[in-house]
């Protein structure tokens, strides 16, 4: 692919976001606890226990989700970083020897 660019920095922006969005699901799991209190008669309580669980699972997944996609973003991160560095070396490298050659084939051409 040609013409493509990666800003690194918006980059590492989004996975300190996921990483908020994360601690705020895991937040709300744990503050997903409605087994406190008489909700009346017959099996009401241990309904609202069991769909409050389902959520607090459900919710753990997604933040579980969330976490991974930050960690793949961190790594997609660092990996560019190693990509462009790697060309800058390369390029600095190329140019150094350039620069060192035509001294040297300026200074064999010149007579004393």
């Given at each position: 692919m040609t013409g493509y660019t990666v800003n690194t920095a918006s980059l590492a922006i989004r996975v300190g976001e996921l990483s908020a969005v994360a601690d705020q699901v895991g937040a709300i799991v744990g503050a997903l606890d409605l087994t406190g209190g008489d909700l009346g008669p017959g099996d009401?309580?241990?309904?609202?226990?069991?769909?409050?669980?389902?959520?607090?699972?459900?919710l753990d997944d997604m933040r579980g989700k969330i976490e991974t996609i930050a960690g793949n973003v961190r790594?997609?991160?660092?990996?560019?970083e190693v990509v462009e560095q790697g060309g800058y070396d390369r390029m600095r490298a190329l140019a150094e020897g350039t620069v060192r050659d035509a001294v040297f084939e300026t200074l064999r051409g010149a007579r004393p």
């Open positions: 009401l309580a241990a309904a609202v226990a069991d769909v409050a669980g389902e959520w607090r699972d459900n790594g997609a991160v660092a990996n560019y």
